[in-house]
C-alpha cells in the first residue's frame, strides 16, 4: 500500500501554533495536495531545524519531494512579497535529490501583486524552475521564463525606468564575455541577488561573475546563498572600502565594480551616450573628471577622491571609439551636455567624427549638478574655444 502524501512544514510556520493554523489550515493543504499528488488525504508534521529558510513546506509522495514556498499575505515593500521564497529556492537547491521539485502558492494577497516588478519577479521565478500552482486564482498575466539573459536586461531596464526605487541589482557583460551580476548585499536586496543569479544560470552560455555590492555593514550574501551560487560555478567578488581603494591606488582606469554598480543606476543598460552602440562588450564606463587627475586633486583625502571616482555622476557609457576621443580630448563636454570636438583636425577625421555621433547632446536628466563639477572639473585644463559644436 502507498503511504499518504505527507507534508513537513517548516519552522517559520510554527513560531506560534495559530500562525500554522491561519497560514496553512487544512483547506490549503488539502489543495496542494490534490494540486500535486490528486489525493486529498495527507500527514503532517513539523520541522524544527534550520533558520530563515523560507514560508516553506514539503510534500514527499513515491519517492518525489515537492518544495512548496508560500506567498506574504502583506505586501509592505517591493520584495516583502518574495522575501521568503529565495530562501526556500536556496533550501531546494542544497539538498540533493534529482526527484523533486520547486513550486509558488499563492496565499490571498491584501494588494496589488501584477505591478511590472511583480511579473518581472515571477518570471525570474519561473526561469529558476519554480511553478505556480494556482497562479490563475490571481493573475491575469501568463507567467513566462525568460529565454535570454538579453531579455532580462532589457525588462530589468525597463522596469528601472518606470521607477528608479525598484533596482538593486544589475546585469551587464563586459568585454571578455563575462556576464555580471551586481547586487547589494542588505535586507529584502539580498533576495533579489540571489533569485537573479539562480535564474541566470539556468539560461547563460556566459561565464558568470556575481559582485556583491557593499552596503551598510553587510559585505556578503547570507552563507547558505553564497555556498549555493559558488556550488554552480558562479565567481562571487566582494566588493569593500579595501578592495576599491587598492583598485583606486593600483589603476588610473579604475575597474571598480561599485563605479560599475553607481554607472548602472544611474545611466541603466549600457548604450553609448554619444552614438547607438548598444553592444555591451565594447561600451565602457567612461569617467569624466579622470582618475589621474583625481588622484593628483591638493588638500583631499583619501576617501574623498575615492568617492569621486566611483560616484555615478562622474561618468557616460561610451563605446570604445567615443572613449578613447575622449580620454584624449578630441571630444569637449560642455557645462550644457552639448559635445564639441577639436576645430583643429583634419577634414577627413571631423567627416569620421561627425558621421558616428549621432548624439550631440546628452539628455537633461544626466545633467545633475554634480556631473556638471565634474565636467567643470575637466574642463579646467581646456581651451572651449579650440572646439567647435558637432551640428
Not at 486529498?40 to 509522495?61: K, S
Not at 555580471?180 to 547563460?204: R, W
Amino acid at each position: 500500500m502507498t503511504p499518504e502524501p505527507h507534508f513537513t512544514i517548516k519552522n517559520r510556520f510554527q513560531k506560534r501554533s495559530e500562525l500554522y493554523e491561519d497560514i496553512l489550515n487544512r483547506d490549503i493543504l488539502r489543495d496542494v495536495c490534490q494540486r500535486l499528488t490528486g489525493h486529498d488525504n495527507y500527514t503532517v508534521n513539523f520541522d524544527n531545524t534550520g533558520y530563515n529558510i523560507g514560508r516553506l513546506a514539503t510534500l514527499e509522495y513515491n519517492g518525489i519531494i515537492n518544495y512548496i514556498s508560500f506567498s506574504e499575505f502583506e505586501i509592505k515593500s517591493r520584495n516583502s512579497f518574495f522575501q521568503s521564497f529565495p530562501s526556500a529556492l536556496v533550501k531546494y537547491n542544497q539538498e540533493a535529490n534529482s526527484r523533486k521539485g520547486i513550486y509558488f502558492y499563492f496565499l490571498k494577497p491584501d494588494g496589488n501583486i501584477e505591478t511590472y516588478y511583480f511579473m518581472f519577479m515571477y518570471r525570474l521565478m519561473k526561469t529558476a524552475g519554480t511553478e505556480f500552482l494556482n497562479a490563475n486564482d490571481y493573475l491575469h498575466n501568463i507567467i513566462n521564463p525568460f529565454n535570454t539573459v538579453s531579455d532580462i536586461i532589457v525588462q530589468r531596464d525597463s522596469n528601472r525606468g518606470r521607477n528608479k526605487g525598484n533596482a538593486s541589482s544589475y546585469v551587464t557583460i563586459d568585454e571578455n564575455d563575462i556576464l555580471q551580476i551586481f547586487g547589494k548585499t542588505y535586507g529584502a536586496n539580498k533576495y533579489e541577488t540571489t533569485l537573479l543569479c539562480l535564474a541566470i544560470y539556468k539560461i547563460t552560455p556566459y561565464a558568470i561573475e556575481l559582485y556583491e555590492i557593499q552596503e551598510g555593514d553587510l559585505k556578503q550574501l547570507p552563507k547558505d546563498a553564497r555556498n549555493v551560487i559558488l556550488s554552480l560555478g558562479i565567481k562571487v567578488i566582494t566588493s569593500d572600502l579595501t578592495l576599491e581603494t587598492k583598485e583606486f591606488e593600483n589603476n588610473d582606469s579604475l575597474r571598480s565594480p561599485t563605479y560599475i554598480y553607481n554607472l548602472l543606476e544611474k545611466l541603466g543598460e549600457k548604450k553609448c551616450s554619444f552614438c547607438d552602440c548598444e553592444i555591451p562588450q565594447i561600451i565602457q564606463g567612461a569617467h569624466i573628471w579622470p582618475v589621474a587627475s583625481i588622484k593628483k586633486a591638493n588638500n583631499v583625502n583619501i576617501e574623498t577622491k575615492l568617492k569621486n571616482a566611483t560616484d555615478g555622476d562622474n561618468g557616460l557609457w561610451l563605446c570604445n571609439n567615443h572613449h578613447k576621443l575622449f580620454d584624449i580630448n578630441m571630444l569637449y563636454l560642455s557645462q550644457d551636455g552639448r559635445l564639441k570636438y577639436k576645430a583643429d583636425i583634419e577634414e577627413l577625421h571631423e567627416g569620421y567624427i561627425k558621421s558616428f555621433t549621432i548624439k550631440n547632446r546628452l539628455s537633461n536628466d544626466i545633467l545633475t549638478s554634480r556631473f556638471i563639477e565634474y565636467i567643470d572639473k575637466r574642463n579646467q585644463k581646456l581651451d572651449n574655444d579650440q572646439y567647435v559644436y558637432i551640428e
